[in-house]
């Protein structure tokens, strides 16, 4: 069935350095897309969405970039942080009011000081 | 600012009880979602409410049933429940900003914690 997946289950990264989470989708009627941090025990946070009118999206050291020949998105972090520290999921929705949020599996991101 | 409230935070059952959970959206959200999230699994999208009528569908049991209120509050109701009903239970609200075929940007509860013994 149609799913949304991300490549890498677990990213190790030394804090400072940039992270980059990979996602990919195979609904090709999807146009929103959205990237959410959760951390243990709490509910998934939203931090930046796109539109697949779009390729591109920066937020506060986010980034968000959407290539829909392939049908990929990634969500970079810069100068990642300790409290970056959690699992991220990218969710895919058709647009309309009231549509469901399709999951993709999670990445956890470990800092390292 | 304010976020959605969801209602208890925790819950203990024993199996063939039932249980309901409560929902309050964002103000002026008007839209509501419901999600469970099993043990290192991703959310799992059960149903959603537009302007108190149902809009989505997904994997929800016949057992469970919702509802959204006139003020915009939704319940989840359990009923018989089953070990494998522990989960978190998430509630989403976002606003329909009428744009044609934009999604709306769900925003999530901290979630219920459904523990069946």
Not at chain 1, 26 to 31: C, F, K, M, T, W
């Given at each position: 069935g149609e799913s949304v997946g991300l490549h890498l289950p677990t990213l190790s990264v030394q804090e400072g350095d940039n992270s980059i989470i990979n996602c990919a989708y195979?609904?090709?009627?999807?146009?929103y897309f959205i990237w959410y941090k959760q951390e243990s025990g709490k509910g998934p946070q939203f931090i930046i969405d796109i539109r697949s009118n779009m390729d591109k999206r920066q937020g506060q050291r986010v980034t968000v970039l959407l290539n829909k020949t392939v049908k990929h998105l990634s969500l970079q972090i810069a100068a990642t942080q300790p409290g970056d520290s959690a699992v991220y999921f990218c969710a895919e929705n058709i647009g309309a009011a009231g549509n469901k949020l399709t999951f993709g599996g999670g990445t956890r991101v470990l800092v390292k000081p | 600012a304010a976020g959605v409230i969801q209602s208890p935070r925790h819950l203990i059952k024993e199996k063939r009880e039932t249980a309901t959970l409560k929902c309050y959206p964002i103000p002026r959200h008007d839209t509501v979602y419901w999600y469970q999230q099993g043990p290192g699994q991703d959310p799992q999208f059960l149903i959603s409410f537009y302007e108190k009528m149902q809009s989505d569908k997904g994997s929800i049991p016949d057992r469970f049933s919702a509802q959204q209120f006139s003020d915009y509050h939704s319940e989840l109701n359990m009923s018989s429940l089953e070990l494998g009903d522990s989960a978190l239970y998430f509630c989403a609200s976002s606003i329909n900003t009428g744009l044609a075929g934009a999604g709306d940007t769900q925003y999530f509860g901290p979630g219920t914690r459904l523990t069946v013994l």
């Open positions: 195979s609904n090709s009627a999807s146009d | -």
